[in-house]
């Protein structure tokens, strides 16, 4: 099953994987990116579906996320300007980005994963991307330059398929972009530890330092579905929503020089055995995720969060609800067909993944 992105309403995914499970249908690997790469963290360390919802809608869920910090580079106008230049330039990744100092929020250090189980009762491939360049490189013209190393973090056996495999995004098809052609697996990485890196989206947050190298997020490939394909015999993934134009697509261009559009409807298309349709998640869950105020008067970028514990308790009880249901529409439909596309106006908001 591929968990790609969600943002902060990744709760969906613990959702649809209680309702796989219920019927008898709980893949055996996750493959996750960004948000979606906590929700498989703790669907691996909590083995019962009520204890994942539990955890996900815990106190100490709430207080990690009421730790979110706007840095000095959260200023309204500035980061405007910036979104304006980017969707101006249509040069892909013309110069190396500062992936160490321009980001919108500070995470907390520890993300509040439950301990790891005896034995769990599913695999856990996580998606990154190791960084082919330092801070001292920033501003830099690219030129053709690679700078990107999709990383896969997985146990061995998850290695042993994915071995001699190179990146689907090294492919021309997505566009001028600067990411190498290797693929790299590494199994020495905890499965929190794992989640954490992922959840290092470009322009929101810092990229991740591990062990001496930094890595983006799995906003790299939020739609690994090649990578699916080499894991297992049956795809579980999402049918998602559209990209933002105004910020998702000229970020994506300018940080990866990925085409977010062909690399969506490539997704949306290529052969999944069930899809679950999410592609209105942001119309009906448009109030249960964190929000982003915008302080004119302060020229300044907030994170909004539930005013109370009960409130975020009752949004994860709306987020997994939400998943449930649609998973559970998915399993009602004979196989392999494909949903309609539930018709909106409206288009996520930036980058994948986390998203506030």
Same mark, same amino acid.
């Given at each position: 099953?591929? !968990? ?7 709760? #969906?995914?613990?959702?649809?994987? $209680? ?31 009520? $204890? ?8 100490? !869920? ?9 840095? =000095?580079?959260?200023?309204?106008? &500035?980061?405007?300007?910036? $979104? ?32 790891? *189980? ?10 990154? &991307? ?5 801070? *001292? ?21 998850? *290695? ?16 001028? +972009? ?11 990485? %905890? ?5 954490? #890196?992922?959840?290092?989206? !470009? ?30 015999? =049956?795809? #579980? ?13 000229? @970020? ?52 909004? !969060? ?8 009752? +949004? ?15 399993? $009602? ?5 494909? %949903? @309609?596309?539930?018709?909106?106006? +409206? +288009? ?9």
């Amino acid at each position: 099953m591929v !968990m790609g992105g969600g943002g902060f309403r990744f709760g #969906i995914y613990i959702g649809m994987y $209680a309702a796989l499970r219920e019927a008898g249908r709980a893949p055996d690997v996750l493959l996750a990116s960004c948000g979606g790469a906590i929700a498989a963290a703790i669907i691996h360390q909590l083995p019962d579906p009520q $204890a994942q919802k539990n955890w996900l809608s815990s106190e100490q !869920m709430y207080r990690f996320w009421r730790g979110l910090r706007s840095t =000095e580079h959260a200023v309204l106008y &500035g980061t405007l300007l910036r $979104a304006a230049k980017r969707k101006l330039s249509r040069t892909p990744v013309p110069v190396i980005p500062d992936l160490f100092n321009d980001y919108l929020f500070e995470i907390p250090p520890q993300l509040p994963f439950p301990p790891a *189980a005896d034995k769990p009762q599913v695999d856990v491939a996580i998606i990154g &991307g190791r960084l082919l360049f330092d801070a *001292a490189e920033v501003g830099q013209p690219r030129g053709q330059r690679k700078l990107y190393e999709e990383t896969v973090f997985c146990n061995e056996r998850a *290695a042993a398929a994915l071995r001699g495999m190179a990146s689907p995004l090294s492919d021309t098809r997505w566009g001028e +972009h600067a990411i190498a052609r290797s693929l790299h697996t590494d199994g020495s990485v %905890p499965v929190t530890e794992a989640a954490r #890196i992922s959840i290092a989206d !470009m322009v929101y947050f810092r990229c991740a330092r591990y062990r001496g190298e930094e890595y983006i997020g799995g906003v790299l490939d939020l739609f690994p579905v090649e990578i699916a394909r080499r894991l297992g015999t =049956e795809v #579980i993934m999402e049918f998602k929503e559209a990209f933002d134009q105004v910020f998702s697509i000229p @970020a994506w261009r300018s940080v990866l020089g990925v085409d977010g559009n062909a690399r969506l409807r490539y997704a949306n298309s290529h052969l999944a055995d069930m899809r679950i349709d999410s592609s209105d998640v942001s119309v009906v869950l448009k109030k249960q995720q964190l929000q982003q105020k915008l302080d004119w008067l302060r020229n300044r970028i907030e994170l909004q !969060m539930p005013p109370d514990y009960a409130t975020f308790a009752q +949004h994860v009880s709306d987020q997994w609800r939400y998943g449930y249901d649609r998973a559970r529409e998915a399993l $009602a439909r004979p196989p392999r067909t494909q %949903p @309609a596309v539930r018709r909106s106006n +409206h +288009h996520s908001r930036p980058l994948s993944s986390i998203e506030p």
